[in-house]
Each structure stands twice: as structure tokens, then as C-alpha cells.
């Protein structure tokens, strides 16, 4: 391996290294009722985004907080050796993305019938450290 490929590719896992993200499939929440929840918490420190989910009063909430709370754990393995509160985690990207959707017929007057659309969503969750001194 070449001097300048081996330079890089430390890099890149240097830089691997400070992200972790955790994702969310098929849950059975509109994606319309998600990306309420989600857009409180882009962009924010993950202390203050479970305190913000934790009081929340939407649904969705609890189970964005589950995910970030994953999503934790998950930079936790990453990082045995450094401590959550010097790495100065945030929300770098949280997406939600429409998933299946389940079709159901509810009966209508005169024999007729209106189709019902159960949706369902996939939250993908990305934390970043903003802390310099970690390699």
C-alpha cells in the first residue's frame, strides 16, 4: 500500500471513528407525524435533545428517544476510552423517510368502499463529536 493511500484511509477511519448512527425501520408512525419530532432535535446537542423528547407530549417522541439513545450506545463502542460529556456529541443528521404502506378498505354508503393508507416510516440517525483532541 502506497505512502499517500495509507495516509488517507487512516483518515478516513479517524473520521468514522467520531460519527455513530443507529437506525429506525418500518416503525408504524405516519412520516408526516415523525418529522415533527425529528426537526426538534436536528442539529442540537444530544443532551439537550433527550430532554427535549423526554417532555414531549407526541408519540413519535418516545421512540426518536429510544433511537438516540442507540445511537449513544452505538458511539460508546466505538469510543470504550472517552467519555460522553468531553466528546461534546449533536445531532449531526436525523432523516425519515416514508416506508410500506399498508392498504385497508373501510366500508362506505351505498355499497362502496374508501381505501385507508397505514403509513409507515424509516429514521436514520447521525451523531457527531465536536471534540478536537480526540483521534
Known sequence: ?????????????????????????????????????????????????????????KEASRRVEKLLLSAIAN??????????????????????DSGAMLKRLRPAPQGRAHRIRKRSNHVTLVLESNNKTQS
Open 1 to 57: 500500500m502506497g505512502v499517500r493511500k495509507k495516509q488517507m484511509a487512516e483518515r478516513i477511519k479517524a473520521e468514522k471513528k467520531k460519527i455513530a448512527f443507529a437506525k429506525l425501520n418500518n416503525c408504524p408512525t405516519s412520516p408526516r407525524k415523525m418529522r415533527l419530532v425529528a426537526d426538534l432535535i436536528r442539529g442540537v446537542q444530544v443532551e439537550k435533545a433527550l430532554a427535549i423528547l423526554k417532555f414531549s407530549q
Open 75 to 96: 458511539w460508546q463502542s466505538k469510543n470504550e476510552d472517552a467519555d460522553i460529556e468531553e466528546a461534546d456529541l449533536i445531532v449531526k443528521e436525523i432523516r425519515v
